[in-house]
């Protein structure tokens, strides 16, 4: 069921476009690429198609997924309802390490955009799990508030990095360029970046269901979790790198894209319930899906200009957001 409604998404996302183009030319362009049909088709049609709309839908369910189910495990380890991806200062990282590439031309051009994106976010990430271990809480609670409060400062520190270069060395272009990626850019995602997204989702997904039942302990407290026989600090090294990891990686590909990790795995249990077995894979669907339908939304909104992604995921989440923290909900 989970797998058809992700087809579905990925369906309509290679359908629907800003240009026109019939859904059995669709079809006919994808059996060309796949199967070497042959169908008499414009080059053009077939590009936007294949080249384009396709691969665009693809890493945009792989994000989803990603983010919705690293929301999910925050929110579980930290017991906090409104944790997200984003706390662990990624997606700050991020864009310092996108900007000392681009504008700051860091790496003579041997390194990408998004490699700099990676290793920007994998050095935030880093800070982040430095200060949290120099802390050393001595309780659940104490953890938990540490990990917050380095995210914050982490995230604090490198908006500042990236705001100071882009104020230093860009251009008008550049700045344009660099602001449109930090809210969420699919127009540059070719194929090499499926080949990248889609293992990354399956193998973060397959930890993180393996890890399900620790999850479940874990909403309970770290002592409960131990009580129960989970090796907690193995397995939050395990789900906590993964999701750092994986929302790293796709991040650096498509930039910022907020709220999926903080209001996807509501949504989730509220419809499945809080058992992890059921969440976790009911999460990843509805991430996929979400962003998938929000990247259609970026693309038709407004006639003849593409809206970053960020700007669509946004306009929902932030109602949700004000919702979550107005009735202070807790796992």
Do not use: K
Not at 203 to 230: E, K, N, P
């Amino acid at each position: 069921m989970g797998l058809s409604l992700i087809l579905f998404a990925i369906g309509c996302g290679t359908v629907i476009g800003e240009t026109r183009i019939p859904v059995p030319t669709v079809f006919q362009a994808i059996a060309n690429r796949v199967f070497d049909a042959g169908y008499p088709l414009s080059p053009i049609d077939e590009g936007i198609i294949w080249a384009y709309r396709l691969t665009r839908a693809i890493v945009a369910a792989c994000c989803g997924a990603v983010l919705a189910i690293s929301g999910v495990v925050l929110q579980a380890l930290l017991r906090n309802a409104l944790a997200e991806p984003y706390l662990l200062g990624i997606s700050a990282g991020a864009s310092t390490g996108a900007v000392m590439i681009t504008v700051a031309g860091l790496g003579g051009g041997v390194i990408s955009m998004s490699m700099g994106a990676f290793a920007g976010a994998l050095a935030a990430f880093a800070m982040v799990a430095g200060l949290s271990y120099l802390a050393g809480g001595t309780t659940d609670r104490q953890g938990s508030v540490q990990i917050i409060l380095a995210g914050i400062a982490s995230s604090q520190l490198f908006n500042a990095l990236t705001s100071f270069i882009i104020a230093q060395s860009a251009n008008s272009d550049q700045a344009r360029g660099i602001m449109f990626w930090l809210l969420g850019n699919l127009s540059g995602v070719r194929w090499p970046d499926v080949y990248l997204a889609v293992p990354i989702a399956l193998v973060a997904l397959l930890i993180i269901i393996w890890h399900a039942r620790a999850l479940d302990a874990f909403t309970f407290g770290v002592d409960a979790a131990a009580s129960v026989g989970v090796p907690v600090r193995r397995v939050q090294a395990v789900l906590i790198l993964t999701t750092a990891l994986g929302t790293a990686a796709m991040v650096s590909i498509i930039g910022a894209v907020g709220f999926v990790g903080l209001v996807i795995p509501h949504a989730a249990r509220f419809l499945v319930g809080s058992q992890h077995s059921r969440l976790i894979p009911a999460s990843a669907v509805i991430g996929a899906v979400f962003l998938v339908f929000a990247d259609i939304g970026a693309r038709i909104i407004i006639p003849g200009q593409v809206l970053p992604i960020g700007v669509v995921t946004a306009l929902v989440g932030a109602p949700a957001f004000a919702f979550i923290l107005v009735r202070g909900q807790r796992l």
